[in-house]
């Protein structure tokens, strides 16, 4: 698990975004993909680990804990 900081797009479908569970890369933000903000910092997560990690997402744990 990666704990630096994603970045954000300036301009949708500007930028490419990286999801911060398995690392996998995407240009601008899709519309599956979520976005969580933990202790400050922005956090995407592809579809895959957001449907993985449902309860956990649902719950407001930080994506430390899974």
């Not at 240009?27 to 993985?52: M, Q």
């Not at 956990?56 to 930080?62: K, M, P, Q, S, T």
């Amino acid at each position: 698990m990666d704990q630096q900081q994603t970045p954000q797009p300036q301009q949708p479908g500007a930028e490419s975004v990286e999801c911060s569970h398995c690392g996998k890369t995407a240009e601008g933000t899709p519309l599956t993909w979520t976005c969580s903000v933990e202790n400050g910092v922005r956090r995407y997560f592809c579809d895959d680990c957001a449907r993985s990690h449902l309860r956990a997402i649902e719950g407001r744990l930080d994506s430390d804990w899974w």
